[in-house]
């Protein structure tokens, strides 16, 4: 790492500018090429899965996205003859416009069944050439001007699907201004100089905007979800700017202590800076943990927020120095240059509120360890409801036209209309025909069933499929209770005695299966990322007591956050006050993403913390100095990093996207937990409860373990050098510090 921050310093105008280059290069080849974003939940070898392989091999023509126009009448019917004149020239309009292949209304023919009973609701079906994640969203938007032209008094025109969802894109870059800003503040509160508050955002900002770029080209090589690019930019702003604000901290310390800008800048690449790049590889490694579930949805995700990582920390440790070099002594305040010109150098030592609270925290570890279980408890009794499943046009905003559309049909139609169940089966004999033939009888006396379509055979009758309307909404309870139904039950009976293999698929069946995918995995995952975790630890620290704790952390941290995030978005606790619609079950693949994300940020905290109190306890031996001193040094940056982190994915509640927006609200928990009541109060309280168990680890264990050092071991020498001349020099001031209260 010296040699890297060498480089950086010497060669800091081809550092920024190889930088940009890239920025500009990455940004310019995404821009041409376009995005491919696609959120498919299919899993190869699922019941749903197959049924959509064997619908589109056996009718390509259904292969495009189907979306609904939906018109309400407040006064009349929608027979009505100005009502059913003016609707018809709108849909003759849609079926003119490119990428539409039809459309089918409800006037004349089979369509009578899209009118409501009470005639005041009907739609049409509006069937694009391209699924929706190919579908240019220029063509969507020509869809929803040409159909809301023809909103008026006493006719109301609203449209639904995944195309017509394309339009209702999160609310430009609020969010992440809104993060940025309040970063900037933090940080200038806590350096007390513009210049320096700038910094850690300019270097975050470039990382980022690469990444951004890069996942935008990373679609056209693997599946990568559509929120894979706003996940990556809320992961990586976050990161990215403590990482920054921990490798400034240390420059500005360099300074304060009377190195030369070039020297306290190569100072605190080659030892923050380590710990940067070790931080940044163990969320890289939670995050690609991912690929464990082969599954093609994650994957991309995983790919994606870990290039994100990955160059937040590359900038952090090569553009920032070499900013910094630019900047000189301006990363210190007017008030510091002031002082240090007047006074000379002198470390920066734990006083005020971080030492009293330290020191509290070595009185009274029990009872404020017990605060802190209760307060984790407590936030934790939601997350034992949690329902995973995926959230549709249902929980958008009310404001939405989706979400309108959605509400019409569930009132005029039933819920169960926004998302039918597709049954499909290859026929081999004329036995398999006359079982399908009778099938809609039995289906029509399912419970749970509302209706069902005539069954429709492809043109050589090898394929063939019906439509079951369900009596309940896509993401209900009951809805997936009955696809379990037919599948368990209903299908095999009625298949008995022929060679038919009906298959269930449609929207909330995929999920399902999807869903119970991740479920069924979710343990080999976390077991993985875990022991990873605690292997790193236990290296690190040579104690078997610190990973231990550390995984238990995660888990209550995890527990904690979810417990929130079931409480606001499955409970419905302030959704819709914050614009994020009604309440609905939380997505499958959250708990993968936080597991993987929060494991990643609470290691930064996590060594940040222990390794200075590890350094604390190899100096003295002294397990209740080695924690009131490391706690007192690392907990106003640890908390500076948190609230920074905390407002960037908060941040995020304003992007408009509920899956965005439940990513942020869940890490900003996981992070406030963890920052405020883990790590600087549970943990701590426990390490003085354990004493000098803390660093216990078996003999034939620690001859077998590799070495690791976080930071150079020569470098920490000096600075304790430094440190005891500047604290003898203060204690003649009659300066208290942490240092001296009594073990």
Not at 114 to 138: H, M, W
Not at 248 to 266: K, M, Y
């Amino acid at each position: 790492m010296g040699a890297i921050a060498r480089w950086c310093v010497r060669h800091r105008l081809i550092a920024v500018l190889l930088w940009l280059l890239a920025f500009g290069g990455v940004t310019a080849g995404a821009a041409v090429a376009g995005s491919a974003y696609s959120n498919d939940y299919e899993v190869p070898g699922t019941e749903s899965g197959r049924a959509a392989q064997l619908l589109e091999d056996g009718f390509p023509s259904l292969g495009g996205d189907s979306d609904t126009v939906v018109w309400h009448t407040a006064n009349g019917t929608v027979r009505a003859a100005d009502v059913e004149q003016t609707m018809t020239r709108t849909l003759d309009r849609i079926a003119a416009l490119p990428g539409v292949a039809s459309v089918s209304g409800p006037y004349g023919g089979p369509g009578t069944q899209r009118i409501s009973a009470d005639g005041r609701t009907a739609y049409a079906t509006v069937t694009f050439d391209k699924r929706a994640e190919d579908i240019d969203r220029s063509e969507a938007q020509a869809v929803v001007r040409t159909a809301k032209a023809a909103d008026a008094d006493g006719l109301e025109v609203e449209l639904g699907g995944s195309a017509i969802g394309l339009t209702e894109s999160p609310r430009g870059h609020l969010a992440e201004v809104v993060g940025v800003v309040v970063a900037a503040v933090v940080l200038f509160l806590a350096f007390g100089s513009v210049a320096a508050s700038l910094l850690p955002i300019a270097t975050a900002l470039v990382g980022v905007g690469t990444a951004y770029a890069g996942i935008g080209l990373l679609g056209h090589a693997m599946t990568v979800a559509d929120f894979a690019p706003m996940l990556g930019m809320l992961i990586g702003l976050g990161v990215g700017i403590d990482y920054a604000l921990f490798i400034v901290t240390r420059h500005r310390r360099g300074l304060q202590r009377g190195l030369e800008v070039t020297e306290a800048v190569e100072n605190a690449v080659a030892t923050t800076g380590r710990a940067v790049v070790f931080a940044g590889a163990t969320v890289c490694i939670a995050l690609l943990g991912m690929l464990i579930l082969r599954l093609s949805f994650l994957n991309g995700v995983a790919v994606a927020a870990s290039l994100t990582v990955v160059l937040t920390v590359a900038a952090s440790v090569t553009l920032l120095p070499a900013l910094l070099t630019y900047l000189g002594p301006r990363v210190l305040s007017r008030r510091e240059r002031r002082r240090l010109a007047e006074h000379g150098p002198r470390p920066e030592l734990p006083t005020g509120l971080a030492a009293r609270w330290s020191a509290l925290v070595q009185r009274r570890p029990k009872l404020l360890g017990a605060l802190a279980v209760a307060v984790i408890a407590v936030l934790a009794v939601p997350a034992f409801s949690l329902r995973l499943g995926t959230s549709d046009q249902g929980n958008a905003p009310r404001s939405s036209t989706t979400r309108q559309a959605y509400d019409l049909l569930a009132e005029g139609f039933g819920p169960g209309v926004n998302g039918p169940l597709t049954l499909v089966a290859r026929v081999d004999d004329a036995g398999d025909k006359l079982a399908l033939d009778n099938l809609d009888d039995i289906l029509r006396a399912t419970r749970g069933v509302a209706s069902v379509t005539p069954v429709t055979y492809d043109g050589g009758g090898d394929t063939a499929y019906l439509t079951v309307v369900p009596d309940s909404a896509p993401q209900s309870q009951r809805t997936s209770d009955l696809v379990d139904r037919l599948r368990t039950e209903v299908l095999p009976r009625a298949e008995s005695g022929t060679s038919l293999d009906v298959h269930v698929g449609g929207v909330t069946a995929s999920y399902d299966d999807f869903a119970h995918v991740i479920v069924g995995k979710l343990p080999l995952f976390v077991g993985a990322v875990i022991g990873l975790g605690c292997l790193l630890l236990l290296t690190a620290f040579r104690s078997l007591g610190i990973p231990l704790k550390a995984a238990v952390m995660n888990v209550a941290a995890v527990g904690a956050a979810f417990g929130i995030v079931v409480a606001v978005f499955q409970w419905g606790w302030g959704s819709e006050l914050l614009g994020l619609g009604r309440a609905g079950p939380i997505e499958p693949f959250l708990p993968v993403i936080m597991v993987s994300v929060l494991f990643g940020l609470s290691m930064d905290y996590q060594v940040f913390l222990v390794s200075r109190m590890y350094e604390e306890w190899l100096a003295t031996g002294d397990n209740r100095r080695a924690v009131r001193v490391g706690l007192a040094e690392t907990s106003r940056v640890i908390n500076s990093a948190a609230v920074i982190m905390i407002s960037v994915f908060l941040a995020f509640v304003l992007s408009g996207d509920r899956v965005i927006a439940m990513f942020g609200i869940a890490l900003a928990s996981a992070v406030a937990l963890d920052a405020f009541v883990l790590r600087t109060l549970l943990v701590p309280a426990l390490m003085h409860l354990l004493g000098a168990a803390n660093w216990w680890l078996p003999g034939w264990l620690e001859r077998r373990l590799p070495r690791i050092s976080i930071e150079p071991p020569e470098l920490r020498a000096a600075h304790e050098r430094l440190d005891s001349v500047f604290v003898e020099e203060l204690r003649k001031e009659e300066q208290r510090d942490v240092r001296d209260i009594p073990g």
